[in-house]
Every structure is written in structure tokens, then in C-alpha cells.
């Protein structure tokens, strides 16, 4: 069965700060990944994904996750965070029609 | 754009009441989603259906059952309902096709089970 480790449930940075969330997942061939955001009140909405091809995929609002094969690693990078990033942010994995989705990691953007 | 709807934002229901949540997704998908979600523990699928009247058991179906009738519409029945099933839900939509397996989602039901 898949799995999906997100290491840190809360993770709080400082405005204009790096973001690093934390996804390792369950080696399969192959693995299409995924990063979802969760804002309060409303559901999921896709970051970015992995499928094929290049492994540095970007995303919308400027975040960006790294495919390592040898990690099976998908952390999730922002380079400065906004005080709109505060949410929080899940990754999965895909199986056939199924994702499989981490414990999720909520974000704290200081002032 | 995708729009997921989901009948209810908030619910509030008694032990023992059969609950409706209902979903509609206007992009003649194939495959809609029941997840719940739980701090802690992210979504955990509880049903999927990938074709009209077809419905397949996700990870924690107990306690649950779907209605797919028509394709655009997903329903989640709690035959008799129980305070473990206080929970957010959410249902997500998507085609399954080589390279994408994206899943759109709608804003969620909030159940509370008195």
C-alpha cells in the first residue's frame, strides 16, 4: 500500500522567510505526485505536480517541489513566504485513480 | 474552471439519523471521490466511483455507503450516524488518464454528530 510521510505538523516562518515542507513517499514505479494548499474554509487546491520529466517542477504562487528519486523525497520550497501562504498544505501520491495523501502540514506566516 | 459543489458547508446531526451529503461536479468527469478529514490523519478515502452505478470501497468505508446515479452527482450515506463520524468531508472529481491523475475538490461539509 502507498504512504505519505509529511514530517512536521506545523511549521510557522517569518515573512519573507524560506518554506520547506517536508514529503517522503512509498517507492513505486512510477510515482506521480502531488502537492495540494487548503485555505481556511475551503477545499483543496492543486500546487503542483510530478508526473514526468523534469524533476524541479514549479507551481503556482511560486512554489516549488524536487523530485528525488534516491530520497524518495517531494519537499515543497517557497523561496519568501507571504503572509497569504498561511494554510495548509498536503502532499499525495498517486495509485491508478487513487491519491494516498499525507498527514498535512499547517503554515504560520509571522509578521 | 472545474466547480465541485457540495450540498452543505455546515451539518449538525443526532446519533442514529441517516445523513445525505450530496455532490455535483459540472465537468463530466468520470471518477468523483468521498474523502473524510481529520487533523492529524490528512484526507483517508472512504468511497470512489469511477462510472455511473459503479462504486468501489476506498480505505474506511465502514459506516458509509454511495449513490451514483447520474454522473455528475456523488452521494454519501450514513445510514445511521455516529459521534466517530464528526469529521470534514470532502469530495473531489477528476479524470484518470496516462500523466494525470489530478482531483478537483469541492469546499467541504463539516459534519458534527450530537
Known amino acids: 500500500a502507498q504512504s505519505v510521510t509529511q514530517l512536521g505538523s506545523h511549521v510557522s516562518v517569518s515573512e519573507g522567510a524560506l518554506v520547506l515542507l517536508r514529503c517522503n513517499y512509498s517507492?513505486?514505479?512510477?510515482?506521480?505526485l502531488f502537492w495540494y494548499v487548503q485555505y481556511p474554509n475551503q477545499g483543496l487546491q492543486l500546487l503542483l505536480k510530478?508526473?514526468?520529466?523534469?524533476?524541479l517542477v514549479k507551481g503556482i504562487n511560486g512554489f516549488e517541489a524536487e523530485f528525488k528519486k534516491s530520497e524518495t523525497s517531494f519537499h515543497l520550497t517557497k523561496p519568501s513566504a507571504h503572509m497569504s501562504d498561511a494554510a495548509e498544505y498536503f502532499c499525495s501520491q498517486a495509485a491508478g485513480n487513487k491519491l494516498t495523501f499525507g498527514g498535512g502540514t499547517r503554515v504560520l506566516v509571522k509578521p | 474552471d472545474v466547480k465541485v459543489t457540495q450540498s452543505s458547508r455546515y451539518l449538525v446531526k443526532r446519533t442514529g439519523e441517516k445523513v445525505f451529503l450530496e455532490c455535483v461536479q459540472d465537468m463530466d468527469h468520470e471518477n468523483m471521490f468521498w474523502y473524510r478529514q481529520d487533523p492529524g490523519l490528512g484526507l483517508r478515502l472512504i468511497y470512489f466511483?469511477?462510472?455511473?452505478?459503479?462504486?468501489e470501497k476506498g480505505d474506511i468505508p465502514e459506516g458509509y455507503s454511495v449513490s451514483r446515479e447520474k454522473k455528475e452527482r456523488f452521494s454519501l450515506i450514513l445510514e445511521s450516524a455516529s459521534t466517530n463520524q464528526t469529521s470534514m468531508y470532502l469530495c473531489a472529481s477528476g479524470i484518470s488518464k496516462l500523466y494525470s491523475y489530478e482531483q478537483y475538490f469541492g469546499p467541504g461539509t463539516r459534519l458534527t454528530v450530537t
Open positions: 466511483s469511477y462510472d455511473v452505478k459503479m462504486k
Open positions: 517507492s513505486s514505479v512510477p510515482p506521480y
Open positions: 510530478y508526473t514526468t520529466g523534469a524533476t
